[in-house]
């Protein structure tokens, strides 16, 4: 085998070994936020640490790799990505770590992954465009399957996960619009900056949000945790969420976005994983049933356009 062959065979093996170790952690990140929970931290407080700890992380990382800004970029680009960032950074993880405080690991990671519905809803009004009989039938199966994982005609079940589904189907509902109608900022000014100036925001706002609440008399313990805790939210900011993104950016330059994608799909498996093993976590049947209708709606349509090349 000639050693031009032997070196893509390392970097292919190398780019899938990172990718699997980057979705094995970012799937923790339920599970970790779950046991800081336990110990009596608010979600206020568990988002802010994450952010703040992992601000400095990412512009490290820019300095790293210092991209080169990418051709064509507008002067308002930047602000963009600020905006951006208050959404995907902010916004987002803000409604979905208040809506774990209400349900399992397992239905959190589910619910969230509901997002290419709304990407799919958002994407038809912009471009005014009916959608196809079959895009309408996985978009009624993925609401069926997750009535059922919620509990489905288990009205006591059902009603103990509705709060805590509001907020993390509002969570993706901000999550697929920013991805609708910000997404190309990745292409314009590079993933890695657009990581920096957008947590920068979001930790920015953090503090502003928190802030306000303290104002209005609404305070949230900051400062008065035990040092455990702390190693905590440095696990979670870390572990979960810089780490990720480095080993995906690497495994993305090895074996391709389309490669990289199909790989991460096993994250919500993974979390499942997790929650029954680490937090004790049980799902009635029909969760079971509903869970599982979700993850192979979802997938078939994200592996769908992965396939054809589709772009929102």
Same mark, same amino acid.
Request: aromatic share 12%.
């Given at each position: ?14 780019? =899938? ?5 980057? =979705? ?22 568990? &988002? ?37 960032? %208050? ?7 803000? &409604? ?46 993925? %609401?069926? +399957? ?8 288990? /009205? ?7 709060? +805590? ?39 920015? /706002?953090?503090?502003? @949000? ?9 305070? =949230?313990?900051?400062?008065? @945790? ?29 074996? +391709? ?34 869970? =599982? ?9 994200? @592996? ?9």
């Amino acid at each position: 085998m000639r050693a031009e062959e032997q070196s893509k065979i390392r970097e292919a093996a190398a780019g =899938t070994i990172f990718l699997l170790i980057g =979705t094995v952690c970012f799937a923790s990140k339920s599970i970790w936020i779950k046991w800081a929970y336990q110990m009596g931290a608010e979600p206020d407080a568990v &988002l802010l640490y994450r952010q703040l700890l992992a601000v400095p992380l990412f512009w490290l990382i820019f300095l790293i790799y210092r991209p080169p800004m990418p051709d064509g970029k507008k002067k308002g680009d930047l602000w963009k990505a600020c905006g951006a960032g %208050m959404f995907c950074f902010f916004l987002s993880p803000l &409604l979905d770590f208040i809506g774990l405080n209400h349900v399992s690991a397992m239905v959190e990671r589910i619910l969230l992954m509901s997002y290419p519905l709304f990407v799919f809803g958002f994407a038809a009004c912009r471009d005014r465009k009916m959608s196809s009989i079959q895009d309408l039938f996985a978009v009624l199966a993925v %609401m069926f +399957g997750l009535f059922l994982a919620l509990g489905g005609w288990n /009205a006591e079940l059902f009603q103990a996960n509705m709060i +805590g589904a509001v907020f993390i189907l509002l969570s993706s509902a901000v999550y697929a619009g920013y991805l609708v109608l910000s997404g190309h900022l990745v292409h314009q000014i590079g993933g890695i900056r657009l990581n920096a100036y957008g947590m920068t925001a979001a930790g920015a /706002a953090m503090m502003l @949000y928190t802030g306000i609440k303290s104002a209005a008399g609404m305070n =949230t313990p900051m400062a008065a @945790y035990p040092l455990s805790m702390y190693g905590l939210f440095a696990v979670i900011a870390v572990v979960t969420t810089v780490i990720p993104f480095v080993l995906m950016l690497e495994g993305i330059k090895r074996i +391709g976005a389309q490669r990289a994608a199909a790989i991460s799909m096993a994250g919500p498996i993974l979390t499942i994983f997790y929650g029954a093993l680490f937090l004790g976590e049980r799902l009635r049947l029909i969760q079971v049933i509903g869970c =599982t209708a979700v993850f192979f709606v979802i997938t078939g349509m994200e @592996y769908r356009k992965l396939k054809t090349g589709k772009k929102e």
